[in-house]
T-cell receptor, first 114, second 114 residues
Framework: KAGVTQTPRYLIKTRGQQVTLSCSPI?????VSWYQQTPGQGLQFLFE???????NKGNFPGRFSGRQFSNSRSEMNVSTLELGDSALYLC?????????????FGEGSRLTVL | AQSVTQLDSQVPVFEEAPVELRCNYS??????LFWYVQYPNQGLQLLLK??????LVKGINGFEAEFNKSQTSFHLRKPSVHISDTAEYFC????????????FGSGTQLTVLP
């Protein structure tokens, strides 16, 4: 069974630009969560989508948004990039049913903002 | 809201020695507890989880952890480490209603020395 796939793996943007990151969950998984990982703030929850609906949201500004498609693939978008948005963005999928809490993580998309 | 404290940011240990990585949490509600491992340039992999039942939890790669409710701790242990255990380890919690919204600790870098 293929794991969680994130694209692109690496990207460089400049301040003010926007970026879209993609995540394909494990087949059959209906929940997709996004996390930001930085050296200073560590791992922080961005949002979770289940059946195309945002189910939970972390404490990030409105520049960070996401969506989920009918095939469970998800995208996150960051608009008006700031230097502090440089981070590893991790996507995680789970079956989404019972509260097992186990997340399966992708390898991440490393964003550098210049 | 929950918080997680990993008391040691770096733990060096010699190969075949035992190791304990400490984790304390704070929460006003019942929680699920997890340990994840992150190898360089990779996503996170679940080592073990505590949802309910026996407070001693066994995970992959010979790791185990003990949930101590009175001390709000969930320390990770391994009786004999290998070079391949060198990685960063994250303790995480979630409340029972938001099992996919994890709050992570700041991580502990375990370095196994030959």
């Amino acid at each position: 069974k293929a794991g969680v796939t994130q694209t692109p793996r690496y990207l460089i943007k400049t301040r003010g630009q926007q970026v879209t990151l993609s995540c394909s969950p494990i087949s059959g998984h209906r929940s997709v969560s996004w996390y930001q990982q930085t050296p200073g703030q560590g791992l922080q929850f961005l949002f979770e989508y289940f059946s195309e609906t945002q189910r939970n949201k972390g404490n990030f500004p409105g520049r960070f948004s996401g969506r989920q498609f009918s095939n469970s693939r998800s995208e996150m978008n960051v608009s008006t990039l700031e230097l502090g948005d440089s981070a590893l963005y991790l996507c995680a999928s789970s079956p989404g049913g019972g509260p097992t809490g186990e997340l399966f993580f992708g390898e991440g998309s490393r964003l550098t903002v210049l | 809201a929950q918080s997680v404290t990993q008391l040691d940011s770096q733990v060096p240990v010699f190969e075949e020695a035992p190791v304990e990585l400490r984790c304390n949490y704070s929460s006003s509600v019942s929680v699920y507890l997890f340990w994840y491992v992150q190898y360089p340039n990779q996503g996170l992999q679940l080592l073990l989880k505590y949802l309910s039942g026996s407070t001693l939890v066994k995970g992959i790669n010979g790791f185990e952890a003990e949930f101590n409710k009175s001390q709000t701790s969930f320390h990770l242990r391994k009786p004999s480490v290998h070079i391949s255990d060198t990685a960063e380890y994250f303790c995480a919690v979630s409340d029972l209603g938001s099992a996919r919204q994890l709050t992570f600790g700041s991580g502990t870098q375990l370095t196994v020395l030959p």
